[in-house]
T-cell receptor
Framework: DTAVSQTPKYLVTQMGNDKSIKCEQN?????MYWYKQDSKKFLKIMFS???????INETVPNRFSPKSPDKAHLNLHINSLELGDSAVYFC????????????????FGPGTRLTVL | AQKVTQAQTEISVVEKEDVTLDCVYE???????LFWYKQPPSGELVFLIR??????QNEISGRYSWNFQKSTSSFNFTITASQVVDSAVYFC?????????FGTGTRLQVFP
């Protein structure tokens, strides 16, 4: 059973399009995240949600909008895609935040490789 | 400011050599967590270890060991008797409240 799953695994699209990446976790975790990994392998947090509430929005353009319909899902919608959005996007989940019961060990999904042409 | 530095961009070793990956962090908080993740060529991120700031005991898990030293703000990772399957990018990360701050990663190549 996959703990954190993302769909699609690969996404190739044209500039200006709108696309979504879905993330689901079956670990019963309260906290979910989106990270972006650029071509140099640099990993950076984009968003985090705790119990469906936005905790972090790390200076991400408004074109990126996360949506958490329930604790098990955190989807990422991207409007008006740009060339610079090409990257691997990782979803992750953890039992809680640092210092909370259960701790903050993050489990990552397999990643979605987005290519904008 | 929170920061994680992995000064070694790339390391190449021959199988069975021991190798140490360095990690230095900066934080003003007294409570924080440190992590190591492995990213093999297949691309997924694999959790290796989490250590909280109050536990400075070194840890060993098979061929892997970690040396946490608060005095030097370092959390180094040693692989003993490296194997080709250890070839990957290894990330050190810091978490004090609500997010992981990653280092830039060290690419380890183990040659047969």
């Amino acid at each position: 059973d996959t703990a954190v799953s993302q769909t699609p695994k690969y996404l190739v699209t044209q500039m200006g399009n709108d696309k979504s990446i879905k993330c689901e976790q079956n670990l019963g975790h309260d906290t979910m995240y989106w990270y972006k990994q650029d071509s140099k392998k640099f990993l950076k947090i984009m968003f985090s949600y705790n119990n469906k509430e936005l905790i972090i929005n790390e200076t991400v353009p408004n074109r990126f909008s996360p949506k958490s319909p329930d604790k098990a899902h955190l989807n990422l919608h991207i409007n008006s895609l740009e060339l610079g959005d090409s990257a691997v996007y990782f979803c992750a989940s953890s039992p809680g935040l640092a210092g909370q019961e259960g701790g903050n060990e993050q489990f990552f999904g397999p990643g979605t490789r987005l290519t904008v042409l | 400011a929170q920061k994680v530095t992995q000064a070694q961009t790339e390391i190449s070793v021959v199988e069975k050599e021991d190798v140490t990956l360095d990690c230095v962090y900066e934080t003003r908080d007294t409570t924080y967590y440190l992590f190591w993740y492995k990213q093999p060529p297949s691309g997924e991120l694999v959790f290796l270890i989490r250590r909280n700031s109050f536990d400075e005991q070194n840890e060993i898990s098979g061929r892997y060991s970690w040396n946490f030293q608060k005095s030097t703000s370092s959390f180094n990772f040693t692989i003993t008797a490296s194997q080709v399957v250890d070839s990957a990018v290894y990330f050190c990360a810091l978490d004090n409240t609500d997010k992981l701050i990653f280092g830039t990663g060290t690419r380890l190549q183990v040659f047969p």
